[in-house]
Structures are given as C-alpha cells and as structure tokens.
C-alpha cells in the first residue's frame, strides 16, 4: 500500500509550487513594474509591485475602498474661500460648482479673465477678494476677527520655514498640504510667519495699526496640543503675546470644534455653520478656527497637568488627550476655511470604466457629507439618477438631544435613529432592486452614525444594505473606522477587497483587505511602505486590474489546471497498469522517468503559458471591462471546469496504456525478441510527453515562438534524455530494463504508427470539446476575440527606463519615442501565432514584430539611435 502511494504522489508534485512562484515574480518584475501605461512621467514613478503572491487576486477584485484625499485628489491644497465673523470671503468657483452646474444644465464661464487686481495665484492660495487683500480687511465691519483669524492661521500650526526670510522667496515644510496652505493664506493676508525657534514663532504683521505699517512680532509659544485623525481630529497652541496675554489658539473639524463652543453667540454659529453646508457643497475641504483668553492661574492650574501627563511612562497619549480637554473648552468662533483640492486626472472615466467590470466602489473619507457627496457627483460615483440613502447626525431630532447636553440620551437617540434608518433603507432598498433592478442605489453615512451601526446588533443590516447598493460613501470616519468597514464586508461578503490610499491614516485600510494598494502622493510613503502594489495616480488602477489582474488570473487558472491534468494523465496510467500486476506494488515507468517528467520534459511549456498567453489585448480588456466579471465569478478555476480537465486525463491515460499494451502484445523488435515491460512503458511514456505538451499549445490563445521552443525543446530534451540513458546505463545491472530499449523500438514501424496515432486519438475528445464549446456556448473573451480577430495587435509591454537617469522631461519624452509604431495581425484564434514582444528584445527596451528576421534588425536599429544619449548623459 504504502509503495502505491508513493507512486501516486505525482498528482500533486512540488515543481507547481515553483512554477507558480516563478511565473508570480516574473509577471510582477517584468510585466507589471515596466509598464508604460502605469507609468507616471511628470514624476517619474513607475508602478511598483511589492509582493508576488497577489497577481490573480487582481483579477477577481469586487469592491474597492478608496481614500479621497491624495487618492481620488492631487491633495495639492490651495486656500480657496473663508468665513470670518459671519461673513464669506472669496469669490471663486470650484470644479465641483462647476460641474453642479452642468447637470442642472447651467453654463457657467471661465472667471479667469474676471479676477481682480487683488487677486493672488501661488502654491497654496488661490485667492480673490477686494474687501480683505492688502489690509483691507481693516475697512470691514469685523476687523478684530478678522484680525484673530489672520493670526490663528500664523501661529497654530508646526509648519517650519526654509530659505530666506521674504514673502517671495520663502517656502514651507508642513506635514500635510492644508497646514502650508493656510500658512501661505496668513502670509498673504499680512501675516508672514518667517522663522520659529524652539519656544517662539516669529510673525511679520501687515497694516495692524495703520494701511502700510509694518512691525516683527515674536509669540512664545508655551504648548503645542499636536493634531491626530482619529480621535483629537484638531490642533491648539497656547501662546504668550509680547504683552503677557495668554490665548489659546485651535482650528479641527467643525463637529469637534463645535462641541466646545462656548455659549452664546448662536447667531455667529448658526451662520458660519450654513457656510460650513456652503462650502462642503461646493466640494471644499472645511476647518474651523477658535480661541480662547486664559488667566495666569488658570494656565499655572492647567500647565501643572500637562507637564505630569507628558512626563508619564504609561499610557502617555490617552493622558495627554484627557489634559487638553480641560483646557480645549469654552472656545470663541472665529470663523472657518475653505481649501479646494482638485480631482486627478482621469478619475471619473477610471471609476465609471471599474463600475462597467462589476467592481463596487466605496470611497472612505474623514470630510464633511457635503464634500463627500459632491466628491461622488465628481467620480460619476453617484449622478442624478442615482437612489440615494443618507444617514446622517445632522438632524433635528439629534440636534435636539445634543442641546440638552446628556451624552447618554445622546447615545441613545443616535442610535435609535441608526436602527430604524437601517432597517427602512434595507426594506426599500430590496424593493427597488427587485422593480428596477437597473437603477443604481447610493448609501452614505457619517462616521458618528457609522460607530453606532457598526454595533453586533446592527451590523447585519449594515452590511445587507451596503452590499445591495452600488457605491457607498462614509464621510467623517476615523482610520479605525476604515479598517473595520473593510473587515466588515471581507469577511461578511466573503469576497475579494482592495483598498487604496495615499497617506498614514490609510494604513489601517490598506492592511485590512485582501490587496492594498498604495499612491506614492504628496503626504509620504507610509501608504506605499504598507501596501502589496505601488502606482502614482489612481486612474492607473484600469490597468493594473482590468489588464495585468485580469491576464495573471487567466494565466495561472491555466497553469494550475493544466498541472493537475498532466500529472493525473501520467499517475493515471500508473493506476491502470496495476490492475495487471494484482496490485504488488510493480513500477510502470523507471524511476527516472517519473522523477523527471515535472523537472524537465513537461516543466518548461507551462510556464510559458503563465507569462505569455493573452486572450484578448490591453485595449480591449479596458475596452470591453465586463470581460473581467469572469474572474469575480471565477469562472475559470470552479469544479466544473476541472472535472473537465479531469475526464480528459482519465480518458487519456487509458488510451495510453490499453492502446500501447494491446498493439505491442504481438510486437517484436529487429531481432526477433518480443517487446517486454519496459518498452511499453517507455513507448507509453513517449505518447504522454508528446500528447500533454501538444495538449498545451491547444488550450493557448495566443502562440508565439516562445510556445513553439518550449514545446519542442521538452519533446527534444526527452528523445536526448532516453538516448543517452538507454546507453550509458549499460553497466550497472539494476538498469537493465531500459538497456537500449529506446534503440530497439527505434527499430521498429510500430513505434512510429503508435506515436502518431495514439496521440491522435487522445486529443481528439478534446479538440471536438473545445469546437463545440466556442461555437455553441463561448466564454465572453472568445466572444470579443471574434469580433476583432482582424484588428491590429498592440505592443504593451516597453521596458522603463531607470529613473536615476532621466528627468521628468526626459522621461516624458522616452515614453512617446517608445510608442509602437509597426503593428501585425492578430486573429484571436487559438490556434494562431500573433506577433507577440519577444521576451529577450524587450529587455533591451525594443517592440519587435512577429518576423523571426525582424528581430536582430530592430534591436540594432534600437540600440544605435539610443547609443550616443546615453554616452551624453553619462
């Protein structure tokens, strides 16, 4: 018993395992990292593949949680608009009012020419307003606020100047993009931070006292109460002013400054929310700006507190946080800022193209509802027709527990609220799929809401609404809040989930889903350094899915259930051939024919198959992007198929050893002697080297040489192989059974009829399968291929070049000079050979045709145009 087992033990042999990986790392290294169509010129960032476990769940990806800021935005911040004591400054208008405005089918001109003499236009401000550029603001009805406004945006922060001490030349280093906007907002409003030591911040003020004074004032700065997204979500610093005042700087969220206004001044705080609504609608991101005076005695009281906290071992930041609640109270409304960060490029057709391949789209965002849901508008994420279900903290019935203050009535409330709205938008949401099934359905919800249905009792109903709808959009959520929606829908879809992000609060995200995918932005490399794959801008996700996702998910579907084909095909004529030896235990094959036939003579072909075959090209996958529905069916890898594969193995295996034992029964070789164990077997192994390897270029869609060598050279390196055992075994006794066997059925016609008919015959149930499945039921790829099987095939794959070496000029233009520029046909049939890029050629960086004698020539034609630049460079 134990000796048939180990002869079986071929069905699952360990050179799949080493393929597979091979195939990973090669498709990672050359495939993914050198495309040009992922490759971002302006900052020279290629697509980086971090991991090589990953490539066919690229394939098989339905829902994607994307950041939006820095992912979905350049996250180059510009200050935009703001509201200082009631009153809106700015007069410009965002892409997002703009593009409001288009659906409601008004047309709105560019403003440009509109701007006023006033207006500046720089990194970080884009501002327009007469009423306070260039100390006008002293003129305006509120100049005192408007006064404390200016130096809010001067003195809380922990931006840190560099280069000369000038408004003009000065710049910057902040650790996010907002904070140098409103420093560089500040500088332009008359307030130049220009140098900070270790205790005080030096401050240049403009027109305070008069229009054209100008005077340097040094602010000590006592406390710095640091910012942090997930719990503090806002940043404050006490200050001393050169006359002894003491005030407590803070700007964060509108919902967290908010809750520690102090009372009164309800009409300030009723306006400036209206214009927080305002400014969100306009897809703005939104802070709130608020101080407080400080007495002596309280600081001395407060400083006490935080000095014990800040110097403790344990739990260090839960006690810091628990100190500045004392002192972050009874805050005085400023006013609040608008910045406008800008779409990427390609955004919306991306999104609109991923929601064509089936994939839903949930974007995860810590701004305000009105932000996140034009944001949306933006993506084509939701668009007018769009059924739309909002839970929101925002309503009066909330509004009303808040004001009476008890914080467990205000639990309460909320989530109650979150139950019934849950529970009416499942039942509708139901309804509508099953009347209107066509019509897309939109869940948003705010992160306060959210912490409340994501309780045990309500995440059922969460997640069943959530998976019903089309898109999904949380605002206001914390990183933590991230990572478990993501969990959430991982573990209760039980499907394939990608996150993408561009910053560390995204870390938690990208970590929680099966693939994380990191944007090298402008907030560092955290979001890079934790993700699986790399890529500079989010459109670049088509690519990375649709096309190489998708052809590694193909690939290796074909790669592993071809392996379990040959190997059951091979260990089944072993099982056969044991029913004639009454189950002893008897070997069929010799030792090295089994030992080598994963290693050598089948090993090659298969991997070329994993690196090479493509059903359809690049721009048709991204063309037709419902073709990648196949993988999140996983069309290609259920039972169904490989019981197919496994009755032609069965089939197969009894044609090898019935067919080669009954027609050699009566065989003898050249002198006479009849043909023994070993040379059935050795004719019965020839016929299944030949047949599974032949069996492979069927299954292709696509041939090119390197098929055509790997395919001959296995069948070769197996005739070389027997040749040279045959002979050189001679003297050693235990190899008797092959002693020139190979020379003797050489010898004979009957090994030549039988080579040609036997796989004749084992192949011919699967090319009659194969005809009637693409003329009858074909699979959508086979589809498409039909309808361009005379289309000119495209090169996609052109190696980069290193990035030391070119400027993003350069760059720019080695990626137009290395557009193909000569095509060739491709039919799309199987059984055809398109002109694929040869594999060698395009590590030199050159696109070679499918003409065998084309190859020498464009590769030196490339190499000598390409010679003297890099001798220049150099």
Known sequence: MFTLITLYSTIIPISLYVSIEMIKFIQCAQFINNDLNMYHAESNTPALARTSNLNEELGQVEYIFSDKTGTLTRNLMEFFKCSIGGEIYGTGITEIEKGGAERAGVRIDDDEDKRSATAVHEKGFNFDDTRIMRGAWRNEPNPEACMEFFRCLAICHTVLPEGEETPEKITYQAASPDEAALVAAAKNFGFF????????????????????????????ILNVLEFNSSTRKRQSVVCRFPNGKLVLYCKGADNVIYERLADGNYDIKKTSREHLEQFGSAGLRTLCLAYRDLSMDQYKSWNEKFVQAKSSLRDRDKKLDEVAELIEKDLILIGCTAIEDKLQEGVPACIETLSAAGIKIWVLTGDKMETAINIAYACSLVNNDTKQFIISSETDTIREAEDRGDPVEIARVIKESVKQSLRSYLEEARRSLSNTPERKLAFIIDGRCLMYALDPALRVNLLGLSLICHSVVCCRVSPLQKAQVTSLVRKGARKITLSIGDGANDVSMIQAAHVGIGISGQEGMQAVMASDFAIAQFRYLTDLLLVHGRWSYLRLCKVITYFFYKNLTFT??????????????????DDWFQSLYNVIFTALPVIMVGLFDKDVSASLSKKYPQLYQEGIRNTFFKWKVIA????????????????TAAASQHGHGSSGKILGQWDVSTMAFTCVVVTVNLRLLMSCNSITRWHYFSVAGSIAAWFLFIFIYSAIMTSFDRQENVYFVIYVLMSTFFFYLTLILVPVIALFGDFLYLSLQRWLFPYDYQVVQEMHKDDPHEYSMIRLPERSHLSPEEAR??????????????????FDSPGYESFFASQQGVCVPHKPWDVARRASMKQQRQQPQRTGRS
Request: no cysteine; glycine share 6%.
């Open 813 to 830: 233009s080695y990626a137009i000079s290395m557009l193909p520029r000569e095509n060739s046909k491709h039919t799309g049939f199987a």
């Open 644 to 659: 197919v594969w496994g009755f032609f193995a069965f089939y197969q295996s009894i044609v090898f050893y019935y067919f």
């Open 193 to 220: 931070f220009y140098r900070r030591t270790p205790t005080t911040v030096m401050v240049r003020e403009s027109h305070v006292d008069r229009m054209g004074s100008m005077q340097d004032v040094a602010y000590e």
């Open 572 to 589: 089944l004529t072993q099982f056969w051939f044991t029913f004639q030896t009454g189950f002893s235990g008897q070997r069929f094959y």
